[in-house]
């Protein structure tokens, strides 16, 4: 059965991902403006897990994951889902480690958030009669990652600006060198 998304207390980050993505670039794959990215950040809705931004002249970077839950947050408000609702599956999102995200379909009815991983779920949902709206994850994971490959990433380490940086591709050096 599709379980509603709850907010609660723990909270996982993401911090070993390598690659990280400026504001700007963040705002392009995921189709927001400067402006939400900076009050989503401030507010605590989506905070950059690579790097976040300490005072004046520093730049926030964000990972592949969070540019997509931006795309996932932007879509549900554009359909009318409240901010509070947004916030609770965000939550939600933060204390499953983004575990799976892929696979994933949220779904709303405008008043809760759930979580589907299966088609059952999702039918058992359509089945209540009242107008659902649901996210497949998967698809925005794949527009993102289509965006990203045509824009700026950056080396967490080095710093080294990637242009047409594919999230995909890191992964595959990444198995290649222990292989």
């Not at 390598?18 to 794959?29: K, N, S």
């Not at 690579?50 to 931006?70: I, N």
């Not at 932007?74 to 901010?83: A, H, M, N």
């Not at 947004?86 to 696979?103: C, K, N, S």
Request: glycine share 10%; hydrophobic share 35%.
């Amino acid at each position: 059965m599709a379980v509603p998304v709850t907010g609660g207390a723990s909270e996982t980050c993401e911090t070993s991902e390598q690659i990280g993505y400026r504001g700007p670039t963040a705002c392009a794959a995921a189709g927001i403006t400067y402006r939400q990215l900076d009050y989503w950040a401030r507010t605590g809705l989506v905070e950059p897990s690579v790097r976040p931004a300490y005072g004046s002249g520093t730049q926030r970077l964000y990972s592949f994951r969070d540019v997509v839950v931006l795309k996932i947050v932007k879509r549900f408000l554009d359909t009318g889902v409240s901010l509070q609702n947004i916030r609770t599956a965000v939550q939600h999102l933060r204390e499953r480690g983004f575990r799976d995200l892929e696979r994933m379909t949220l779904m709303s009815d405008g008043a809760t958030v759930y979580e589907c991983t299966s088609p059952d779920e999702v039918h058992a949902l359509l089945q209540g009669g009242q107008g659902i709206f649901g996210i497949a994850v998967g698809v925005v994971w794949r527009d993102v990652e289509s965006a990203l490959s045509q824009l700026h990433g950056e080396r967490v380490d080095t710093g080294e600006t990637l242009v047409g940086h594919h999230p995909s591709d890191e992964l595959a050096r990444r198995r290649n060198r222990a292989v």
